[in-house]
């Protein structure tokens, strides 16, 4: 899914990367000059220049160190070009200003030798940024084998986004781990939903506990852990009705299940395709239940993964896996360090 | 974060009130603004700098309408241009048709589906819906579910996964029907076989509309996908659904510039009956966090159309209690004065923060005390003494800190209203009203 997003990226390396060539190339020329007259250096241009590096400075590290520095007028205007690929591939207008702030933290009175490649140092900075935000994965096996069963994992998120599919997938992951699976039918609002996530659990052959539509969720999902607890059962997947963060009474019964069924995870469950709106939610989501690990739905929508960077930015919460189709299989753990290196190692 | 937007567009807007020359900068501050509102709002970035680029060009060419301010200006045309974007034709007639929905995974056509055969059917029509979706496990539960409730009979069968065979028994079956709306199921733009499915239904259903559904939150890929589900079966209509939450549309607004169509319904909440038709006004006032200006307009021509300010009397700079007591029930009935301040794009008028308090309640309570003025007193509130105080709260059952804490305010709105015509501001609700809805 990050595809389009690796493309852009690349086209606003190498955008850097050329900004930075022309400043090279422009300050070589006049310094060449000054090193001709070196004794009378006029003060007032190194006052001028305050308090970005001083041309003194620029002129100690390109003559001493050999080295040149990065100012801020040079890649603003790259920067800027960087920050509206940014918001054309989903990533929200907030987050993107922070990458791009973290890119030039990163860039701007840099000192850079002369022989070193303007790429490595474009690039660095960028995947550093990417990585600062995107932080550490989640390894859902590895937290289940670690934890005491049974595991309890409760999934929110706002309507249509694809908990019920998640939940399936998920099942089916753990279940091809070698763990058992118990799923609580917790959606009893939306008609359908219930033989929904029946079928599903009956594909894949796992256990599932449902009421009846318009029963208490909590009471559903109690139950479904009371099943786990005495049938040694390993994980607890509670499925729930969507809801808008808006809803205050929707938000206090998703707090109500998570006192009943105090789950060990919380898994807050949102799509890729999703613009702006996706750090409000996910915020507001955070705030009244917790997540503790994030799933994006409809990553094979062609989507440049922007959601995903804007929502572990806003929660700072691990992207656990990568909804990619609709199938069963079609889930992917998701590893940043990986993604971080599709997007920007390739460059051939 | 949303409410810093449309604050810095309204700083930005404050900046050119007042102004009768065109600024270039101020116009370009502006447009950089609403840039960023029309960005948050996921409004394609392209078509963004497409609109931004109209509107500064036209700001800056077109000629100031006499009496407008720059601020204004630059509003209506902001407005005229967005307006224009999603402002297709989308007449719905109450004639026999069929409507094919297409949208997304999650995006809400089921609900949707739902909710347009309870609209055609309160007004009278004999709706049918055929699902097709033999994906989705419990896909036909729930449409079901919803029909049965609303006593529309839907046609389907969970077993069968021929979402054609299907239809066209559906069609078949409800041949006696008035308006038969065919739920599909979802798909996404690159899934080949899928939008190869929808092109033969909708050759099969001859589908008098194909209304793509959009949710709210979608972002960039909104542009993508309509241009796809577009060139597949040439959408003409999009409907926004999960207006509920927090999502401002904008997708949908990308939506239609890539398909020429219009937004024709707007779903906003769980029940069957949560959905509206598209209003311009209303969405565009979301989109950039404005308030909503037509509806404000509409209901202010409303209650001042009632009350009969006298507008001229105020301008000569003459306000009386008697003024004042139909202004405040004007304003009153277009809802709590704070609230219409805020939806009022006016960054000029600041109005001290004691004008905003009086509540409605207090409101009913100097009406009654005024009720128990004298013409004269009414007319030059210099009259009442503190034995007339004492009659006046007497009568009205008030006691005279009430009638002072009265005179008191009337007093505060004098002098706000006198500083405002010195600053070549007008208060004026009447005025004001007209000019806004002149925009449209």
Redesign the interface.
């Known amino acids: 899914m990050f595809g389009g997003l690796k493309e852009k990226l690349k086209a606003a390396r190498n955008r850097l990367g050329a900004s930075i060539e022309g400043v090279a190339a422009k300050q070589e020329l006049p310094v060449r000059e000054t090193r001709i007259a070196e004794p009378d250096t006029p003060k007032a241009q190194q006052k001028a220049s305050s308090p970005a590096p001083t041309f003194v400075d620029k002129f100690k590290v390109l003559i001493i160190d050999r080295e040149l520095i990065v100012s801020e007028k040079d890649i603003s205007e790259a920067l800027s070009e960087l920050e ?1 690929m940014l ?4 990533v ?3 987050v993107s200003e922070a990458i791009i702030a973290h890119v030039r933290t990163n860039l701007v009175g840099k000192h850079r030798k002369i022989g070193e490649s303007v790429d490595a140092l474009v690039v660095g900075a960028l995947k550093s940024a990417l990585l600062d935000v995107l932080g550490k994965g989640f390894d859902l096996t590895e937290y289940v084998r670690t934890h005491d069963r049974p595991v309890k994992i409760l999934f929110t998120g ?5 908990k019920t599919t998640t939940v399936a997938k998920i099942g089916a992951f753990l279940k091809k781990n070698g763990y058992t699976v118990v799923i609580g039918a917790g959606d009893t ?12 659990a009956e594909r894949i052959g796992i256990k599932i506990i449902q009421h009846q ?1 318009g029963a208490d969720p909590s009471a559903v999902i109690f139950d479904a852990v009371q099943y786990a607890v005495s049938h040694k059962i390993d994980v607890v997947l509670a499925d729930t009705a969507g809801r ?4 205050s009474n929707l938000m206090n019964q998703l707090e109500k299940i998570r006192r009943v069924m105090k789950p060990d995870l919380i898994v807050y469950v949102d ?1 890729a ?9 996910a915020a ?1 989501f955070d705030r009244v239940v917790g997540a503790d690990a994030v799933v994006l ?2 990553a ?5 993964g ?2 995903a960077i804007s929502i572990a930015h806003t929660i700072g919460k691990p992207l656990m896996f990568l909804g990619t189709g ?1 199938g069963y299989d079609d889930i992917l753990p998701f590893d940043p360090a990986q993604v971080v290196e599709d997007l920007m190692g390739s460059d051939t | 974060m949303l409410d810093n937007l449309s604050t810095s567009l309204k700083d930005a807007l404050k900046k050119l009130a007042g102004k009768t020359v065109i600024d270039r900068a101020a116009v370009d501050e502006l447009v950089k603004d609403l840039q960023r509102a029309l960005i948050s709002s996921d409004v394609n970035v392209k078509l963004v700098m497409e609109l931004s680029k109209a509107i500064r060009t036209r700001s800056l060419d077109e000629q100031l309408p006499k009496g407008t301010n720059v601020r204004e200006h630059v509003l209506r045309i902001v407005y005229q241009e967005l307006v224009r974007l999603v402002w297709a034709s989308t007449d719905v007639k109450l004639e026999p048709q069929t409507i094919l929905m297409a949208g997304l995974q999650g995006s809400g056509k089921t609900t949707t589906t739902a909710k347009l055969a309870r609209y055609f059917q309160k007004k009278g029509m004999k709706v049918g819906v055929i699902c097709a979706d033999t994906f989705r496990p419990g896909a036909y539960d729930q449409i079901s579910t919803l029909c049965a409730k609303i006593n529309v009979p839907c046609f389907g069968n969970p077993q069968e996964k021929d979402a054609l065979k299907i239809t066209r028994e559906g069609l078949e079956h409800q041949k006696d029907l008035e308006l038969i709306i065919v739920d599909t199921q979802g798909r996404h733009a690159l899934e080949e076989d899928l939008i190869g499915e929808i092109i033969q239904l909708n050759t099969l259903t001859k589908a008098t509309h194909r209304w793509l559904v959009i949710d709210a939150a979608l972002g960039q890929q909104a542009s993508e996908q309509a241009r796809r589900f577009h060139e597949a079966i040439d959408i003409d209509g999009v409907i926004i659904t999960k207006m509920d939450g927090t999502a401002k549309g904008g997708g949908a607004l990308s939506a239609v510039a890539e398909t020429k169509s219009g937004i024709v319904f707007i779903g906003s909440g769980e029940t069957i009956e949560d959905l509206e038709r598209f209003d311009p006004d209303g969405f565009i006032s979301r989109l950039l966090g404005m308030g909503d200006l037509k509806a404000l307009a509409e209901r202010a021509e409303e209650a001042i159309k009632a009350e009969n300010v006298d507008v001229n009397a105020m301008m000569k700079g003459k306000f009386t209690l008697r003024d004042m007591y139909t202004q405040l029930e004007a304003l009153n009935k277009m809802g709590p004065l704070k609230q219409i301040m805020g939806m009022l794009p006016m960054g000029s008028m600041q109005l001290p923060d004691g004008v905003y308090d009086v509540t409605s309640t207090k409101m009913v309570r100097y009406r009654i005390i005024m009720d128990s003025m004298t013409p004269a007193e009414l007319d030059d509130p210099a009259l009442i003494s503190s034995s007339r105080m004492q009659r006046i709260a007497r009568g009205a059952g008030a006691t005279p800190d009430e009638v002072r804490e009265l005179l008191k305010y009337f007093k505060m709105m004098q002098r706000t209203l006198k500083g405002l015509r010195g600053g070549g501001g007008k208060f004026n609700m009447q005025r004001l009203m007209k000019r806004f809805s002149g925009m449209q």
Request: negative net charge.
């Open positions: 509206l918001l054309e591939s989903d929200a207008l907030p706002v309507n249509g986004t694809g609002y939306r008609a359908g939903a219930i033989e929904q996530i029946g079928v599903h539509e808008f963060h808006t809803k799509e395709v999703a613009g702006n709106d996706a750090i409000v939610r507001e739905t409809k094979d929508m062609d989507s440049r922007g959601a609709q």
